[in-house]
């Protein structure tokens, strides 16, 4: 199997259909931000995609410009918290796909921030729940279309954080959740690996420029199943980069935080056939910041 793929790859190493022609590929939380733009990257390079996100408007216009550009899409949307959603997210990725999944990209997620002492179990609950069990319970549906000998190629990238490698104040929660995604994307790698080939790997982001990184003031939230608004963004995130200049960015070599363009490309790096020998990595996306 692995002597095949060699080969495909080195007779397409120019790839003129894109680097993933005839893929199929779900990606969570694409309705805006880095979620979108893996999506409108993986179709560039070919690749059919389900937009999957919890705002049914948002997910069906990525699908709707994707398919306006030449690209295939279809937009699934849905609570990655329920069950009954991710069966359907996987029989109707099938559908499209004719019978096949290459690729899922667990994108989804929001911060809910707290400290130690005033951190409730729901914040707790939730993003565990989220950036945890949702992508095991995700993959777990898919492991039919992933656990075969068809000799095409098969990669699951797990979405970190810098918190997940590091710790942050007043993110217990997120930084658990975060770093317990490592230790599934290693498992994975070493459970379908041997036998199919799949690879799986984790991206962990640092300071990229998205509504979890804006200032809170700025008034973005998210409304969590039962109704609670949970805001999003970092308190005064703004006023305190215009007191500080670049000088708010000095620990990060680049001197910048990413694009969420920047930060998409590292996932589209990782599924592609460039990095076929790559799997159980944690590949830190950072601008030099922790190294």
Known sequence: MASKRVEQ???????????????????????????AEVARLFSNEGAKVVVSDIDASKAKKVADDINASGGEALAVPGDMLDDNYLGELVKKTAEFGKGKIHIIVNNAGFTWDGVIHKTTDKQWDTILALHCTAPFKLVRAAAPY??????????????????????????????????????????????????????????????????????????????????????????????????????????????????????????????????????????????????
Request: net charge positive; charged share 15%.
């Open 9 to 35: 790859i080195a007779a397409h190493l120019n790839f003129p259909k894109g680097m993933l022609a005839g893929q199929v590929a779900i990606i969570t939380g694409s309705g805006q931000g880095i979620g």
């Open 146 to 291: 992933f656990r075969v000998k068809d000799g095409e190629p098969r990669s699951i990238v797990n979405i970190s954080s810098t918190s997940g490698v590091h710790g942050n104040a007043g993110q217990a929660n997120y930084a658990l959740a975060k770093a317990g995604v490592t230790g599934l994307t290693k498992t994975i790698a070493k459970e379908w690996g041997p036998s199919f080939g799949v690879r799986a790997n984790t991206i962990a982001f640092g300071h990229i420029a998205t509504r979890l990184t804006a200032a809170k003031e700025e008034g973005a939230f998210i409304t969590t199943p039962d109704g609670e608004k949970v805001a999003l963004g970092i308190p005064q995130a703004q006023k305190q980069a215009r007191e500080a200049g670049n000088a708010a960015f000095k620990d990060i070599p680049l001197g910048r935080p990413g694009t969420a363009t920047e930060a998409a490309s590292s996932v589209l790096a990782v599924c592609s056939p460039l990095f076929s020998y790559v799997s159980g990595q944690t590949i830190s996306v950072t601008g030099g910041r922790n190294m």
